[in-house]
């Protein structure tokens, strides 16, 4: 049985931009087994970030993922768990992120920790809230998977699919650099 996932996006507002897109979505989840995202009905892109203090979330019913705009600039250090590093998705510690980097982020934690939510723990619980995946085993399960994935090889022109490589810190550093220099006239 082939598993039909939705996307419906909405425009976001101001300079906020959708850093990922249902193609991305889409590769992440065709990577991983079919039954971890069998409950996933749809994936909303929107702008409900509240100033990037929210970054994806689940519905009530656990059926859906949306994942939010954030601003144009933005350093996403705060939203790392214990055992993460900015290094670990491309970006450096201070440092804005480069698009990628927050690119590789919302896909391989914050998507993957929105898919870790619908995983059921506990069938029989009194409560749907108590019946799947709280914050610790959703993140355990990002961490899980985004390691699993990045530990093979992918073939994808896009390099979001895999772990940063040291050029693309060599380049992060050298824009850093020169955005410092006076500009000659």
Known sequence: MAVRVR???????????????????????NRLPAELWARLRT?????????????????QGRRDIALCALPPRI???QALREGQTPEQFGAIRG?????????????????????????????????????YAREKLAQDFAMRWCGRLWSKAFPNSDPVHSPPVPAEFERVSSETISSLLPSAT
């Not at 996307?7 to 989840?29: K, M, N, Q, T, W």
């Not at 994936?43 to 409900?48: E, K």
């Not at 509240?50 to 979330?57: K, V």
Request: hydrophobic share 40%; aromatic share 10%.
């Open 95 to 131: 440092k804005k992120w480069p698009a990628l980097a927050v690119r590789r982020f919302m896909l391989y934690d914050v998507f993957l920790h929105e898919l870790g939510h619908l995983q059921l723990v506990d069938e029989d619980a009194r409560s749907v809230r108590l019946k």
């Open 7 to 29: 996307f419906s996006s909405s425009r976001p507002g101001a300079d906020r931009i959708h850093y990922v897109g249902e193609e991305d979505v889409r590769i992440v989840l």
């Open 75 to 77: 350093s996403l250090t």
């Open 43 to 59: 994936v909303h892109f929107n702008d409900r970030s509240r100033g990037a203090r929210c970054l994806g979330y689940v519905n």
